[in-house]
């Protein structure tokens, strides 16, 4: 049973637009404890043997310069890489789903003490990239459900012990009730911060709920 009400709870999550023109971005920010050291949970996000036992395979030249590609998921360059030196680390890679345009992603970690972890997850995309009319329906909570799961997925392999899902038994639980009202629980967590971004609230709900129904609607037979 994952405690979903909690995990919504110990996620702090920021919207922001930036720029101009074809230079606007849109930053999607993400922040969570772990009760993990550093260096943990570097190694958690950082190597592919750690990695595919919360979220996915993940392959490719793991190193500054090089390429990554996470299995059935995105992939990128290798911008910036930063290891743990003293009480943080950080990464920063292009994040390209299915053939799509290159967007951007840093995760950024924090030691709080011998046993904290601050990770900080930053997604940054071009305005222009996403189509007016589906920004305006969907909202935030159209990739930012998918990092609240990345989220959780990271949580449950860190405070349990153990390794987590595999996708399949992930896909299940999101079909699930207790998936569904995560599903619904971040959609209007992003609606929140879609407001304080300055959208009307009206919009702002209305294109949560859209989203949390394309993923919380009954698999087709």
């Known amino acids: 049973m994952v405690d979903v009400d909690g995990q919504l709870a110990a996620v702090e999550r920021g919207l922001a637009t930036s720029g101009t023109g074809e230079d606007a971005l849109r930053t999607q920010r993400l922040v969570q404890e772990y009760r993990a050291d550093l260096a943990d949970v ?40 930063e290891p743990p030196d003293g009480a943080s680390a950080r990464f920063r890679v292009t994040w390209a789903y ?12 924090t030691s709080l003490d011998e046993s904290r972890t601050r990770l900080e997850l930053v997604h ?9 009319d589906m920004w305006e329906q969907f909202g935030p909570a159209a990739t930012g459900i998918g990092w609240d799961s990345i989220l959780l997925g990271l949580a ?8 987590g899902v595999s996708p399949e038994e992930a896909a299940a639980w999101m079909a699930s009730e207790e998936g569904r009202r995560f599903a619904r629980g971040s959609a209007s967590a992003w609606a929140d911060a879609h407001v304080a971004d300055g959208a009307d609230p009206a ?16 698999p087709a037979d």
């Open 42 to 81: 570097w190694e958690a996000v950082t190597v592919a043997d750690r990695v595919r036992r919360w979220f996915l395979p993940l392959s490719g030249d793991l190193r500054l310069g090089g390429s990554y590609q996470l299995e059935g998921n995105a992939g990128g360059q290798i911008l910036e890489c």
């Open 98 to 109: 299915g053939g799509g345009p290159d967007s951007w992603l840093t995760v950024r970690l």
């Open 124 to 132: 940054e995309a071009r305005v222009a990239d996403i189509p007016a």
């Open 156 to 163: 449950l392999y860190a405070h349990g012990a153990r390794d």
């Open 203 to 218: 919009v702002a709900a209305q294109a949560a709920e859209a989203t949390a129904a394309l993923y919380t609607q009954p």
